[in-house]
């Protein structure tokens, strides 16, 4: 990067070349980089490899003002299937290097060595400038990282899930995230469009066309959980949304969201959260919206 600040806030892309065509990705790429976020997350997944087309186009012209994510190794991160899918996407990408390249799921599989071994050759070479995991359990977190430091790799970014009705990275990976100086990125904080509340008024999204959103976000309780947020946003005179994200943002142990819509109409309460301040009291009503996970070692007594 050119020097300036890497913002909190990540620009996802899930929604490039899917629902949103290469001119509403246009539209919300510019939208956050007014907002000032320059940290824009892609992978090869999203839309088949379009999101990643779309996202190098639209980077191009200022490459050295954006800080450039993706990931590889959904489906094995042997040193083979990185280099395939690495390869790939630097190509649809249009880019030589990224600015981080994060191992999308866990490998029971491959040895930890092979894969970091492969790691460390793109860090040499310069195609790589940080690394990251996402969807890791923390002893998968803390083990990758000492096979990792082994050779030369460090681990820099976590990317896990966490919305205000999913909380499950409070009992483990938010704690190791702070006292380890991990920098967390939570996707998905608006638990596929359920927390925006425009499923209460009979809209369409991610919950109602996306089986894996409904079964992870379509609870009775939690849709309880939004009709709450949504009073209590009305009371503090902003969207239901803007909270949401805000309230992830605000947790310890997260060091910034990744935000993400269809059109700019959807995105615009979320980079609205980064100037958005909630106070002790505020944050405290938005966890009691939904169960607090259960302590790790289970001994309630001491949580």
């Not at 060595?113 to 690394?131: H, I, K, M, N, Q």
């Not at 998968?140 to 000492?146: D, E, F, L, P, S």
């Not at 109602?208 to 309880?224: I, K, L, S």
Request: charged share 20%.
């Amino acid at each position: 990067m050119s020097g300036q600040a890497l913002s909190r806030f990540r620009l996802g892309t899930m929604q490039f070349g899917g629902a949103a065509d290469e001119s509403a990705s246009a539209k919300m790429y510019a939208a956050c980089r007014e907002a000032g976020v320059n940290f824009l997350d892609t992978t090869s997944l999203h839309s088949d490899g379009r999101s990643e087309e779309i996202s190098g186009r639209l980077v191009a012209p200022e490459r050295e003002d954006d800080f450039v994510a993706t990931k590889c190794g959904y489906h094995g991160a042997c040193r083979s299937r990185i280099a395939e899918e690495f390869g790939a996407s630097r190509r649809r990408l249009g880019m030589a290097a990224v600015d981080l390249l994060c191992l999308h799921r866990w490998d029971g599989e491959t040895p930890l060595e092979e894969t970091f071994e492969t790691l460390a050759g793109y860090r040499e070479d310069g195609s790589v400038r940080a690394f990251g995991v996402s969807s890791y359990a923390a002893w998968q977190v803390m083990k990758a990282r000492g096979v990792a430091h082994g050779h030369g790799v460090e681990i820099q970014f976590l990317q896990p899930m966490f919305t205000m009705v999913k909380r499950q990275v409070e009992v483990e990976i938010l704690p190791m995230a702070v006292a380890e100086e991990f920098a967390a990125c939570a996707y998905s904080p608006l638990g596929g469009g359920l927390l925006t509340g425009k499923h209460a008024c009979g809209a369409t999204g991610r919950l109602t066309n996306n089986v894996t959103c409904a079964a992870r976000c379509g609870f009775d309780w939690m849709h309880e959980a939004v009709a709450k947020l949504a009073r209590i946003a009305e009371e503090v005179g902003t969207a239901p949304a803007t909270l949401a994200v805000a309230g992830v943002a605000r947790h310890r142990g997260v060091w910034g969201p990744v935000v993400a819509a269809r059109s700019t109409g959807q995105l615009g309460p979320s980079p609205a959260a980064i100037d958005f301040e909630i106070d002790d009291a505020h944050h405290a009503r938005l966890s009691a919206l939904s169960p607090a996970p259960r302590h790790a070692t289970d001994r309630l007594e001491e949580a």
